[in-house]
């Protein structure tokens, strides 16, 4: 029987993804053929991937396409960071962004889009659970469009082009050039992924979470001893700092460090002679609201080494 080393272990991880144990298994049932390996690792089958759906899949990527006047952005979750770094894994990624371009961020559409594989983008998921060995999951989507304009996009810590773990879009409406809306627009995407706005602007802040916010400053105003006739003036005046943090068309440009972006905008406008308006944005981080478990990783490595 082939010896089976660490060497030949991390070479068929790179080619597939697949887990150590996994790969270590495969090239033992194949004599240390790569090839047959990586064979009898596709050929694990439904089984496989279902054994793994409940293991929290927290790692993969965050995919952005961009297409003029439309843009999409989606989530693809696997549970490690190495699957990142999978070609075919990343080309699955590609392929969905560019699908939600077309069918839109409904994901039951989405999952049931053929690719270019002749699976639907959900059966292919699950091919790709059964090959690479981990827990895989199609998240979230959204897509922006404007009737004209452009829809711009930006991907932080990217891992390749229109991949990474931040993706962001930012929906300018406009009849002004394009090129130039392209430039603010990537500007205005670069902000959004540092400064993490939660809305638009100041009509669209959520009622309750402003209703939330007023009621805590109130109660500060009241223990800081301040008369209850002066209250409701503090709090209005503290409220605009907040509207500074979380309000996308008030926040301090991150670029300059002093223009709030609507300014920044207004700017713009003016250059190229044609209004603009900022319709919407969308920020995706990966692995955002979903709880990681907690693991000794040491502990992990010993107890998948035997010892």
Same mark, same amino acid.
């Given at each position: 029987?082939?010896?089976?080393?660490?060497?030949?272990?991390?070479?068929?991880?790179?080619?597939?993804?697949?887990?150590?144990?996994?790969?270590?298994?495969? =090239?033992? &049932?194949?004599?240390?053929?790569?090839?047959?390996?990586?064979?009898?690792?596709?050929?694990?089958? +439904?089984?496989?991937?279902?054994?793994?759906?409940?293991? *929290?899949?927290? $790692?993969?990527?965050?995919?952005?396409?961009?297409?003029?006047?439309?843009?999409? !952005? /989606?989530?693809?979750?696997?549970?490690?960071?190495? /699957?990142?770094?999978?070609?075919?894994?990343?080309?699955?990624?590609?392929? /969905?962004?560019?699908?939600?371009? @077309?069918?839109?961020?409904?994901?039951?559409?989405?999952?049931?889009?053929?690719?270019?594989?002749?699976?639907?983008?959900?059966?292919?998921?699950?091919?790709?659970?059964?090959?690479? #060995? &981990?827990?895989?999951? =199609?998240?979230?989507?959204?897509?922006?469009?404007?009737? $004209?304009?452009?829809?711009?996009?930006? *991907?932080?810590?990217?891992?390749?082009?229109?991949?990474?773990?931040? #993706?962001?879009? !930012?929906?300018? &409406?406009?009849?002004?050039?394009?090129?130039?809306?392209?430039? +603010?627009?990537?500007?205005?995407?670069?902000?959004?992924?540092?400064?993490?706005?939660?809305?638009?602007?100041?009509?669209?802040?959520?009622?309750?979470?402003?209703?939330?916010?007023?009621?805590?400053?109130?109660? @500060?105003?009241?223990?800081?001893?301040?008369? $209850?006739?002066?209250?409701?003036?503090? !709090?209005? #005046?503290? +409220?605009?700092?907040?509207? $500074?943090?979380?309000?996308?068309?008030? @926040?301090?440009?991150? *670029?300059?460090?002093?223009?709030?972006?609507?300014?920044?905008?207004?700017?713009?406008?003016?250059?190229?002679?044609?209004?603009?308006?900022?319709?919407?944005?969308?920020?995706?981080?990966? #692995?955002?609201?979903?709880?990681?478990?907690?693991?000794?990783?040491?502990? &992990?490595?010993?107890?998948?080494?035997?010892?």
């Amino acid at each position: 029987m082939a010896e089976i080393t660490a060497a030949l272990v991390k070479e068929l991880r790179e080619k597939t993804g697949a887990g150590m144990m996994d790969c270590k298994k495969a =090239l033992a &049932e194949n004599s240390g053929d790569i090839e047959a390996a990586i064979d009898w690792l596709r050929k694990k089958g +439904l089984s496989a991937a279902s054994k793994k759906a409940g293991r *929290v899949a927290a $790692e993969g990527l965050v995919g952005v396409a961009a297409s003029g006047n439309r843009g999409a !952005v /989606v989530e693809v979750n696997a549970e490690t960071d190495f /699957v990142a770094r999978n070609e075919i894994f990343q080309g699955y990624v590609r392929q /969905v962004a560019d699908g939600a371009l @077309q069918v839109g961020a409904d994901l039951d559409l989405l999952k049931a889009m053929m690719l270019p594989t002749g699976r639907t983008a959900a059966d292919e998921l699950t091919h790709l659970i059964a090959t690479i #060995g &981990e827990n895989m999951a =199609l998240r979230r989507a959204t897509r922006l469009e404007v009737s $004209e304009g452009v829809v711009a996009s930006y *991907v932080h810590n990217a891992t390749a082009a229109g991949l990474g773990k931040i #993706g962001v879009l !930012v929906a300018l &409406e406009s009849a002004g050039d394009k090129a130039r809306l392209e430039a +603010l627009g990537r500007q205005l995407a670069m902000h959004v992924a540092a400064a993490n706005p939660l809305f638009l602007d100041v009509a669209s802040v959520d009622g309750s979470a402003l209703d939330r916010e007023r009621d805590v400053l109130r109660e @500060q105003a009241r223990a800081s001893g301040k008369a $209850e006739a002066i209250i409701d003036k503090m !709090v209005e #005046g503290r +409220l605009r700092k907040y509207y $500074e943090e979380t309000v996308l068309l008030e @926040q301090v440009f991150v *670029v300059d460090g002093e223009t709030r972006v609507t300014k920044i905008v207004e700017g713009v406008a003016k250059e190229i002679g044609q209004p603009i308006k900022v319709t919407g944005f969308a920020r995706y981080a990966l #692995g955002e609201g979903i709880e990681k478990a907690q693991s000794d990783f040491a502990a &992990e490595v010993a107890a998948q080494l035997g010892r």
